[in-house]
């Protein structure tokens, strides 16, 4: 009788698990098999890491009471022009004339690229402008000789509509990165370790 062919997998396992079953063979061992718990889990490595994203978390919620960009722009432009516009949130009443409008953003276009806002977070919202065809439907004039509604007539037969919402004034904050930043720190770091 012959032994069954063994593929060289199934012998290298046989032999690994002999070895590690009758004691010999300590380096084929884990050298995790004689740590504490804690470094075999990594936990004081995890725990590091939580501790530094709870104290940036903290550090954030502390920095974020205080104004962003936008609302110190509209505050250092209210106090120059004396009144608000429709877009900034102000205690300060609204410019209600073309004179104090005109001064308003006069005062915005020479503060909101050079402000002394530096220490404010970088920003708390950001508003896009939005443009987009709400409508196309067909254009009827006035007919005065039918004295009735009537449908265009050549190349001017449809009508578009475009509407544009302006949410918000914007305030430009130039910002300089690294360019190793923490997603590559924290890769490293786990590639190393």
């Known amino acids: 009788m012959h032994d069954q062919p063994q593929s060289g997998l199934d012998r290298a396992v046989w032999w690994t698990e002999h070895v ?35 104290a940036f978390v903290t550090i954030i919620g502390i920095v974020g009471f205080y104004l962003c960009t936008a609302q110190c722009v509209w505050d250092l432009v209210g106090e120059q022009a004396g009144c608000s516009g429709p877009w900034m949130t102000s205690d300060l009443p609204r410019c209600s004339n073309y004179t104090t409008m005109r001064d308003l953003i006069t005062a915005y276009m020479n503060t909101y690229q050079s402000h002394s806002c530096g220490s404010c977070p970088r920003f708390c919202m950001s508003y896009l402008y939005n443009s987009f065809v709400t409508d196309r439907k067909t254009l009827y004039v006035w007919d005065s000789n039918e004295k009735k509604w009537c449908m265009s007539s050549g190349d001017a037969a ?8 302006f949410n918000s004034m914007m305030v430009s904050v130039y910002e300089e990165r690294f360019n190793y930043d923490w997603n590559l720190f924290i890769s490293d770091l786990g590639g190393s370790i």
């Open 158 to 165: 449809l009508q578009t509509q475009l509407y544009i919402y």
């Open 20 to 54: 590690l079953r009758h004691g010999s063979g300590k380096h084929l061992r884990s050298p995790s098999a004689n740590m504490p718990w804690s470094e075999y889990l990594e936990l004081n490595l995890v725990l590091v890491f939580l501790g530094l994203a709870l």
